[in-house]
């Protein structure tokens, strides 16, 4: 079974830094692109960056430039570095992968930028 776990949010000011991590397990890790969504209050989730199983990446125009996503096969972890944070960025950040056609989704790690 397909499991998604995230971690590494929190409580950071305008213009700090967070890395977060997510740990995939149940499938083959290797093979599957990954991708970070986030949600704020009363938003829709969006898309935040994606890396293929090759390790290509792409970003969202409001994030480029300040967040970085990679991934550690040997880990089955994807982590997306964030800097340069605004306030605009506080939201659930979650980690996603489609397989077989179904979207899987973790719990999900809060993300909060505020002085």
């Known amino acids: 079974q397909v499991q998604l776990a995230e971690s590494g949010g929190g409580l950071v000011q305008p213009g700090g830094s967070l890395r977060l991590s997510c740990v995939a397990s149940?499938?083959?890790?290797?093979?599957?692109?990954m991708s970070w969504y986030r949600q704020a209050p009363g938003k829709e989730r969006e898309l935040v960056a994606r890396i293929s199983s090759g390790g290509s990446p792409n970003y969202s125009d409001s994030v480029k430039g300040r967040f970085t996503i990679s991934r550690d096969n040997s880990k089955n972890t994807v982590y997306l570095q964030m800097n340069s944070l605004k306030p605009e960025d506080t939201a659930r950040y979650y980690c996603?992968?489609?397989?077989?056609?179904?979207?899987?989704w973790g719990q999900g790690t809060q993300v909060t930028v505020s002085s």
């Open positions: 149940g499938y083959f890790f290797s093979s599957n692109a």
């Open positions: 996603n992968t489609l397989r077989g056609g179904v979207n899987y």
